[in-house]
């Protein structure tokens, strides 16, 4: 069995919910079900997320890649590329 997922709407007027006819919510809070639009909203949210994530880590990689190389060849007396020089810290 799978669960809808929920919301809850909160009405922070300090007022009677219950006789107010302007408060659409006829309590402090309500828990309602998502639509389905915001569903496919929060799945869409959650892939972006996702593969920019991952976008981040691939980048980290690479220059985490580039330090190890730029450091060896400084242990080894050999000469950086450009783009190994432009990761050192002065």
Not at 36 to 42: F, K, S
């Amino acid at each position: 069995m799978t669960e809808t997922p929920t919301k809850v709407i909160v009405c922070c007027a300090e007022h009677d919910h219950a006789n107010d006819p302007a408060c659409e919510i006829k309590a402090d809070s309500v828990i309602v079900p998502l639509t389905a639009d915001e569903i496919a909203a929060n799945e869409a949210a959650a892939a972006q997320a996702q593969a920019d994530a991952d976008a981040r880590a691939k980048e980290q990689a690479a220059l985490d890649a580039l330090k190890a190389s730029a450091k060896a060849k400084l242990v080894a007396g050999q000469p950086l590329t450009s783009e190994e020089a432009d990761t050192l810290v002065i």
